[in-house]
Each structure stands twice: as C-alpha cells, then as structure tokens.
C-alpha cells in the first residue's frame, strides 16, 4: 500500500496580476495591474517564481486589501505571502491600516517578503514618527504569524529595531533573485560612444525637485540612442492617451509628457510585463536613472546600470546588493553618461550575489517556505509559460493618425462603451423598482439634455486625444 501524495500547498501572494494574466494594453491600464508602479511587477513576479515548486500552487490576490476577505482566505489557502516596497511611508498609511486589518483576522501564517521605509539621504525618519503606532500595529500581527519579518535594508532594519523589534531580518527585494544564485553582468564594452544604446528613467519627484530633467536633457543631447523608460500609470496615459486625470502628469519636463522631444521622437517607453521589459532593455549597453526597479530590470537583462539615489529606500538597496549608484543631490546636473559608465563596478553585486541568495533563501525555509532552486526545476517550467504567452508589446508615446494605431483603442473604447451602457441599464432597473421609471438623459446644470454616461465616459478618454491627432498641423 502506497501513501497517499501530499496536497500541494496553496499560496496566496499579494500581486497586481499573476505572470500568466494577459490583457491588452487598454486593460491594463484600465485595469492598473501594476498598481499604479510597474515596477511592482519585477519583484511580484520574482516572488511568484521563486515560491513555485512540485508542492505549493501560487495564487495572485491583486493588490487591493479587502479585510473581509479573511475567511475566505483561511479556508482556501495555507500561508499569504506579502512582498511589498516602501511601504512604511505616510502616503501608503491607509493601506497599510486595511491591510492590518486583514492580517488580524487570519489564522494561516503570515510572511513579509521584503518591506521598505521611506525618508531621505540622510536616513531621517522624523517624517515617519506620526503613523508609527500603524508601522507598529502592522509588524506585531505580521509577526504574531511568522518567525520573522523581512525588510529591504539597512535603513528599514534600524527603524524598526528602534521599536523594540527583534526579528528583523535584512533579505533586500525578491526582484534582484528571479534568476537564482547567480548573476552574470559584463560591460559590453570599454567606454560608451555617441552610437550606444542607453536607457535612462526617472520618478516626476526626482525631476521635478532633484535636477533629473537636466542630466536627461543633456543625455538626450549627446545620445542619438537614448531612450526613457517610464514605470507610472498615469505615465502610461500619457503615452498611449495622450492625457491623464492626474494633475502630476501636466508635468511638462517629464519625458512622458506629450510636449517633450523624446515623446515626439517616439523615444520613451512603458511596460506592462516584466518579461518584455527585460528582454527589450537586453539589446542596451547601458542603463541609468533614479528608479532602483528600472535599474534592476535592466541589470536582469545583463545591462551595467547606475542608480541615481533620492531618497532610502533606492539608497538601501543598492548599498545592500552592491549596486552602482551615486546620490542624486551630489551628481552634476551636466554628468555624462559614460562617466557613469566607466566609474560603475559590479565587482561587489556579482561577486556577493550567492551569500545574499541563500540569506534570502534561509529566511524563506526558517518562515516555511519552500523556492524554486532547492525545491523545484530552478523555475524552467515557470520560465517556459511565461515565454509561451502572447504579452502585449510596450506602451509607446502616440505620435500617430493612422488607422492601425487608431484601431485598438476604437475596439477596446466600443467595449467599454457596451460595459457601461450595461451597467447603466442594471442600475436604471434597480432604481425603478424603488422610486419608478428613470430617463435615459440626465438634465445639464444649463437645462440642456446630456447625453448618457456611458458614451460620455468612453468619449472623455479618446475624443481629445483623437481630434488633436487628427487636426492638421498649422
């Protein structure tokens, strides 16, 4: 008599969408499966990679925390896995507080697969005082159901030893470990020349406030090849939109911005996976900018890259993995790439790399949690889905009046169009039953009839940007 074969545990990870969710550009930018940062993605899906073995099934549950979800999640799953970024920041504090709110209800184990704290250069966390008793309230639930808590750094570590924590654990961001125990990374060449290609990106803060938008003017000078790679959502409205709601996105010395020369010269891109991300930033020599997981997709493709540091958190983690990188605030606004390029030593990124794999690796087993590269394929069977999907391409600035650019935005605009006019429908018939029948027009503020909110919230995404493009030039 055989035993029986041991249930596959199931894992719940906090992720915007799987790896294996594929949606059209419009849909992911309806959608924001990246959670406002695509950058959340490179490490969600290292994540997912890493815990996939022969005994555990990985489950994304989006990005959203719904505290009332709990029971659910207890029935259904074995552990839920949270990777996040800098999460102990006053902006996050509600999410951090729902979240909370989440962990409290669960009775499965709890794990922090790496978090961060925000403050700047100087490692001052004054600004954090105020929603400490969340941070607190937070790391007590989490650790009331897991051995440990995983942070980013050395910065984070400090700050929440000052608590009184004591199970804190440096592992830095799952990102930087989606190929395993080893990293590869070479210069391509001596010195970069006028016909290098070069990957340059940058938060609209480190633009705006940190002098950014000149070393990137001047870049843009210099290298014909130089391209910008934007990692926001409302960046990616920009692009593929023309325009965002978001009054940040009127920033005109974003290269994202409609109105700047590599918008216009169609040097500027957007990802909305992981995978195309890397493996179009494979044919770069070079990659530089303030944004550490745009840097950290680059390095997975083998591209030498520099970190522009403007705040900890970036800080943090390159001084832990060994990443070049320079602070902004010290960095000339005239710097030219190749200086970057030629100062950059990943002597320390590639020669610590194993130690820092199997830290993270421990602290995943002493927590309960198996990984790909001691437990399953190396994640060759990960690797080999991933590769079979048909991934949207990268979302490019909209430059064009054709019909073949013009097409899928038409198609996923009359989708959403016919979504609406549904939903208006249900809502109309719910509402007559309580109060009798509704009018399909709605009275202006003026007395003019207005047309219905379907047509016009599908119109206010596409109508501007349409006729502008089909406007003639004057």
């Given at each position: 008599m055989t035993d029986e074969p041991t249930r596959q545990r199931r894992i719940l990870l906090r992720s915007g969408k799987s790896p294996f969710d594929v949606a059209s550009l419009e849909q992911?930018?309806?959608?924001?499966?990246?959670a406002t940062n695509a950058g959340n993605l490179i490490f969600s899906d290292a994540a997912h990679k890493l815990l996939t073995t022969p005994r555990a099934e990985v489950f994304s549950n989006g990005i959203r925390t719904d505290p009332s979800a709990a029971a659910r999640i207890n029935e259904e799953f074995d552990v839920f896995v949270v990777p996040l970024a800098n999460a102990f920041r006053p902006t996050f504090e509600r999410p951090l507080k729902r979240m909370t709110q989440l962990i409290k209800k669960l009775r499965i184990p709890v794990v922090v697969l790496g978090v961060g704290a925000q403050a700047d250069l100087k490692y001052d966390a004054a600004r954090l005082k105020p929603m400490e008793p969340t941070v607190r309230e937070f790391v007590t639930e989490v650790l009331n159901r897991s051995a440990s808590i995983g942070v980013r750094g050395e910065f984070t570590e400090q700050y929440l030893k000052?608590?009184?924590?004591?199970?804190?654990?440096?592992?830095?961001?799952?990102?930087?470990?989606?190929?395993?125990?080893?990293?590869?990374?070479?210069k391509k060449s001596e010195e970069l020349t006028v016909e290098s290609l070069i990957s340059v990106n940058g938060s609209h803060s480190a633009v705006r406030s940190h002098g950014l938008d000149a070393i990137i003017r001047q870049a843009h000078e210099r290298y014909p090849n130089l391209r910008f790679v934007g990692q926001n959502l409302l960046e990616a409205q920009l692009l593929h939109w023309r325009e965002t709601s978001n009054p940040i996105g009127a920033q005109t010395s974003m290269p994202t911005h409609p109105s700047h020369p590599m918008y216009r010269e169609g040097k500027v891109r957007l990802?909305?996976?992981?995978?195309?991300?890397?493996?179009?930033?494979?044919?770069?020599?070079?990659?530089?900018?303030?944004?550490?997981?745009?840097?950290?997709?680059a390095l997975l493709a083998g591209v030498p890259s520099t970190v522009l540091c403007?705040?900890?958190?970036?800080?943090?983690?390159?001084?832990?993995?060994?990443?070049?990188?320079?602070?902004?605030?010290e960095t000339p606004s005239d710097i030219d790439p190749a200086e970057l390029y030629e100062a950059a030593d990943f002597g320390e990124l590639v020669n610590g790399h194993k130690e820092r794999f199997l830290r993270f690796t421990g602290f995943m087993e002493k927590n309960g949690l198996e990984n790909t590269f001691h437990h399953g394929d190396s994640g060759r069977a990960f690797d080999a889905q991933v590769s079979k999907l048909a991934l949207p391409p990268a979302v490019r600035p909209w430059t064009e009046s054709d019909p073949d650019s013009l097409s899928s935005r038409f198609s996923w605009m009359q989708s959403r169009m016919a979504e609406l006019s549904a939903q208006n429908a249900q809502l109309r018939s719910q509402?007559?039953?309580?109060?009798?029948?509704?009018?399909?027009?709605?009275?202006?503020?003026?007395g003019a009839a207005a047309w219905p909110s379907a047509y016009r919230r599908a119109r206010r995404v596409v109508g501007r940007p349409v006729r502008r493009l089909l406007r003639p030039e004057r």
């Open positions: 992911s930018l309806d959608r924001d499966v990246f000052n608590m009184g924590f004591r199970d804190v654990e440096v592992i830095g961001c799952p990102s930087m470990f989606m190929n395993g125990e080893t990293f590869q990374l070479e990802y909305v996976d992981p995978l195309t991300w890397i493996e179009e930033l494979r044919a770069f020599d070079f990659s530089f900018g303030s944004r550490i997981h745009g840097n950290i997709a403007s705040d900890s958190r970036t800080l943090e983690l390159c001084r832990y993995f060994g990443i070049p990188h320079r602070k902004i605030s509402l007559e039953k309580k109060t009798g029948p509704v009018s399909i027009k709605v009275q202006a503020s003026d």
